[in-house]
């Protein structure tokens, strides 16, 4: 398929690897010889299931299992151990629970760490619209080349920090905005919505340097509702096709058909507003008025020999989505934890009103210094994060907790389990932000339990937006409001990714009233 064709195959850098290259870098042990005396691949521990089918009519008969994967995933690690194999369907998967393990895949990537694509629907969908797959679904050359031209603004500190005067402008339109939205038993009836509707915007702005009004106007509200449901029907769907037989692969099938309709719709969307955006810009050029604070992701993607028009335009697509799908989910998840436990909010305002201005804005220096509201944010991803695992192509034939797992397996690097491990974390289920503060009393966490974001070449491009927009907003919300919670404990549902299972009914209180 497309997905494997860009694929460079490495030498195992590491001793793991069956060409046995001296390894002096890393404490992984093991070598060919390993490789070799290890348990085959078909004794990896598994539950019981038909050939091929594995647990796929169990996900079929009971859809619960998937909406709570990460109880089927506790399940799988308690009852058969830290490597455990999957089928789904034709689908073999290997989840690894243990850091270590963890750690293995991660050192023996190369240059190009393998990926499948985490929504394989919507990689259809765009090789079947001649767009280009885009980042995520990209491996080899072509998503080096591609990854280098995003990062560079993307990634790079003082490249990202060049947007923090447009994410503050929207951050605060959306403040004055949640004002008149609080009913009057504190709460704000469709949060859940609005703050996806922020996030719509502050992405937009980031990509087009233009204001959609997302939470503004009537149109703006509409427009902003059809693309939060377009883009949430993709994530059910791409779920359902996930846990599916895989007849989609050889037909369009009715879920296929409408996640590609959903798709459509927000491509559309996308390509207008970027094309729209183009207009001003080269208008601007020719004009000779182009500021250098203005339009500073397209002068940048414009200007990068390795990005085509059809890149530029999945980017695009993907910075719009990917907000939605993550940072929206991640603030509210924060506001839940902060709501539900009253002294670290007090801690986490007292830095919040410390790190803005007066003005309430967010300055580049202030977001480098916050210590307590990071470890906020950290604390509240390993009790809710955005993803129960990363995904990996092993790079070569690994030796892994005494079994062989050939190059190219399907990995699950899944370590959501044990990070909630009352063994591993010292009260797994409390939320407290100290365990992340340096010097703290808590022994030291393994680096491998809780990587939100990921590690290595590949990690979340989009890390240093995300970690900007929920800082400014977290500080905004905080430094206004005191918050509570007044509902039962609040789970997460599984579309792939995670979003809360219900409305996030947070009180919001006036700080000053
Ligand atoms: C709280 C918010 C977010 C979290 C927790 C998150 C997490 C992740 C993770 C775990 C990966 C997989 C990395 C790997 O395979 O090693 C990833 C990849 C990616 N993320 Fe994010 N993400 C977030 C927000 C965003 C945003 C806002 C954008 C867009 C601006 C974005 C764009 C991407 C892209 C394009 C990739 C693929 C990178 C590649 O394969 O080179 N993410 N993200």
């Known amino acids: 398929s497309q ?10 850098s590491k001793s793991t690897a069956v060409n046995n290259e001296v390894n002096t870098q890393t404490s992984v042990s093991s070598s060919s010889d390993d490789y070799d005396s290890c348990l085959p691949f078909s004794k990896i521990p598994e539950p019981r299931g038909l050939p091929w089918f594995g647990r796929w009519l169990e996900y079929k008969l009971d859809y619960s299992k998937v909406h709570r994967r990460d109880l089927i995933l506790k399940k799988l690690q308690a009852e058969y151990g830290d490597i455990v194999k ?6 073999h998967i290997v989840h690894l629970f243990h850091p270590d393990y963890i750690k293995q895949v991660y050192d023996s990537e190369g240059k190009y760490p393998m990926v499948p694509p985490i929504l394989e629907s919507v990689e259809m969908y765009r090789r079947s619209n001649d767009l280009t797959p885009g980042l995520g679904n990209s491996n080899g050359e072509v998503w080096y080349k591609l990854r280098a031209a995003v990062q560079y603004i993307l990634l790079r500190p003082k490249k990202a920090m ?3 005067p447009g994410q503050n402008k929207v951050a605060a339109d959306f403040m004055n905005r949640l004002d008149g939205l609080i009913a009057e038993n504190g709460e704000v009836p469709d949060l859940n919505r609005w703050i996806a509707r922020w ?8 990509c087009f340097d233009i204001r959609m009004n997302y939470f ?3 149109e703006g509200l509409e427009l902003s509702n059809r693309i939060i449901n377009a883009n949430s029907d993709v994530f059910d769907l791409a779920t359902k096709l996930y846990f599916s037989l895989p007849i989609y692969r050889i037909f369009q099938t009715p879920s296929l058909k409408k996640l590609f309709d959903q798709e459509d719709f927000i491509n559309e969307e996308a390509c207008k ?9 080269t208008k601007a050029v020719e004009d000779g008025t182009l500021a250098e604070d203005r339009f500073l992701f397209l002068t940048h993607m414009l200007q990068s020999e390795h990005v085509s028009d059809k890149d530029l335009r999945t980017i695009i697509l993907s910075i719009l989505t990917d907000t939605l799908s993550t940072t929206s989910q991640i603030l509210l998840n924060n506001l839940y934890n902060l709501a539900n436990n009253q002294k670290e909010q007090e801690k986490a305002a007292d830095e919040a009103r410390s790190l803005l201005t007066s003005s309430g804005e967010l300055t580049s220096a202030a977001f480098n210094s916050s210590i307590y509201l990071r470890a906020c944010i950290k604390e509240s991803f390993r009790l809710h994060p955005v993803g129960l695992d990363i995904l990996r192509l092993s790079p070569c034939n690994l030796a892994i907790g005494g079994y062989q797992v050939p190059e190219g397996t399907y990995l699950c690097l899944n370590n959501y389990v044990h990070s909630l491990d009352p063994a591993i974390i010292p009260k797994a289920e409390s939320y407290i932000p100290e365990r992340w503060l340096r010097d703290s009393d808590w022994d030291k966490i393994n680096p491998y339990l809780l990587t939100p974001f990921s590690l290595g070449t590949r990690m979340c491009v989009g890390r240093r937006f995300a970690e900007q927009e929920l800082l400014l907003m977290l500080a905004k919300i905080l430094t206004s409001y005191r918050l509570e919670w007044h509902y039962g404990k609040m789970h997460q549902r599984f579309r792939m990714l995670l979003i809360p299972d219900q409305e996030v009914k947070v009180k919001f209180i006036r700080r000053d009233g």
């Not at 996030?199 to 980031?206: F, K, R, T, Y």
């Not at 507003?273 to 810009?281: S, W």
């Open 3 to 12: 997905i494997f064709a860009n694929h460079v195959p490495h030498h195992c």
């Open 86 to 91: 999957e089928t789904i369907a034709g689908r």
């Open 162 to 164: 060049d947007f923090l």
């Open 199 to 206: 996030g719509l915007e502050s992405a937009a702005n980031n």
């Open 216 to 218: 503004e106007t009537k």
């Open 273 to 281: 507003n970027l094309d729209t955006a183009l207009e001003r810009y």
